[in-house]
């Protein structure tokens, strides 16, 4: 084990990172506001990486197009699914909200194996960015890439909760739903708002994950149990804390893989692992706030 080695390691741990926070801030955005755990997350990734695959290798669109219309299409979807679906459950029995998300998940993910096939694919496209040396460390251009926009995104995520009036409405909105109905503040507007963002991010996440990783109709899954596990570790509606949670994660997850005898198929293990320690030592997450009893 070189120090070359390590460093490898954890910068493309970090590329990663940046991919994991990518997926999971959108899911962070939507199940703090609306406190309902969308399971169909990952299938709007997924949907997002199929159609960035399908535009370059079909018509030859750059990545960066594809990324930027796979948002515009998952964001108008997301809008769809709220209005048809999901805004019947919001005031339903919690089970009901978790079951209805599921379901839509199991559909979606069964559509698109009958469209698509269950097989693999990978999208051969050119090195969006120049790659980046850092001493004995070269960082792939497309991680490059994906670094930078999937740290844009988090940002964006970040910047809309905190610094725009819609964000402080959807605060508003997810600590107490009642009061800011009575504030005059459109509730269902808020939610569905929140989920169309979320969709967004979802479509441009999976314009990152087509870029680097593979497109199939269960790449959601993997990634959608790796952000509840990433929201596990930074606290529910802590979108700083998902960027840390995901760092934490990849790493480990990065460090196992490259070091340990066949660590590459430990993922799920490890992102469950994680999450039962945090979910034991601190309910609320690494960066949330504890609840006085």
Request: proline share 4%; hydrophobic share 55%; charged share 10%.
């Given at each position: 084990?070189?120090?070359?080695?390590?460093?490898?390691?954890?910068?493309?741990?970090?590329?990663?990172?940046?991919?994991?926070?990518?997926?999971?801030?959108?899911?962070?955005?939507?199940?703090?506001?609306?406190?309902?755990?969308?399971?169909?997350?990952?299938?709007?990734?997924?949907?997002?990486?199929?159609?960035?695959?399908?535009?370059?290798?079909?018509?030859?669109?750059?990545?960066?197009?594809?990324?930027?219309?796979?948002?515009?299409?998952?964001?108008?979807?997301?809008?769809?699914?709220?209005?048809?679906?999901?805004?019947?459950?919001?005031?339903?029995?919690?089970?009901?909200?978790?079951?209805?998300?599921?379901?839509?998940?199991?559909?979606?993910?069964?559509?698109?194996?009958?469209?698509?096939?269950?097989?693999?694919?990978?999208?051969?496209?050119?090195?969006?960015?120049?790659?980046?040396?850092?001493?004995?460390?070269?960082?792939?251009?497309?991680?490059?890439?994906?670094?930078?926009?999937?740290?844009?995104?988090?940002?964006?995520?970040?910047?809309?909760?905190?610094?725009?009036?819609?964000?402080?409405?959807?605060?508003?909105?997810?600590?107490?739903?009642?009061?800011?109905?009575?504030?005059?503040?459109?509730?269902?507007?808020?939610?569905?708002?929140?989920?169309?963002?979320?969709?967004?991010?979802?479509?441009v996440s999976g314009g990152l994950v087509a870029l680097v990783l593979y497109v199939q109709p269960s790449v959601g899954v993997d990634l959608v149990i790796r952000a509840f596990a990433i929201i596990a570790l930074g606290g529910l509606g802590n979108i700083p804390g998902a960027l840390m949670g995901a760092a934490i994660l990849a790493l480990?997850?990065?460090?196992?893989?490259?070091?340990?005898?066949?660590?590459?198929?430990?993922?799920?293990?490890?992102?469950?692992?994680?999450?039962?320690?945090?979910?034991?030592?601190?309910?609320?997450?690494?960066?949330?706030?504890?609840?006085?009893?």
């Open positions: 084990m070189t120090t070359a080695a390590v460093l490898q390691a954890v910068i493309l741990s970090l590329t990663v990172a940046a991919l994991y926070a990518a997926v999971a801030a959108g899911l962070t955005l939507t199940v703090g506001v609306t406190r309902i755990i969308n399971f169909a997350h990952g299938e709007f990734v997924m949907l997002g990486a199929f159609l960035t695959y399908g535009l370059h290798t079909r018509w030859g669109v750059s990545p960066w197009l594809g990324m930027a219309a796979s948002g515009v299409a998952l964001g108008l979807l997301s809008a769809l699914v709220y209005r048809l679906f999901l805004a019947r459950v919001l005031k339903q029995d919690e089970h009901n909200q978790l079951l209805a998300t599921l379901g839509l998940s199991i559909l979606l993910l069964n559509i698109a194996v009958i469209l698509w096939s269950p097989d693999p694919r990978v999208m051969q496209a050119p090195a969006l960015l120049p790659p980046l040396r850092l001493g004995p460390v070269t960082v792939p251009g497309n991680n490059v890439a994906v670094a930078l926009v999937g740290l844009l995104l988090f940002l964006a995520m970040l910047w809309i909760k905190n610094h725009t009036r819609y964000g402080t409405q959807m605060r508003f909105a997810s600590d107490d739903p009642e009061l800011a109905l009575h504030a005059g503040i459109n509730v269902d507007r808020v939610f569905e708002l929140s989920f169309v963002i979320g969709g967004a991010a979802a479509g480990v997850e990065g460090l196992v893989s490259t070091f340990v005898p066949q660590g590459g198929s430990w993922g799920f293990g490890v992102a469950f692992l994680l999450l039962l320690l945090v979910l034991i030592v601190r309910p609320s997450g690494l960066f949330g706030k504890q609840v006085q009893a």
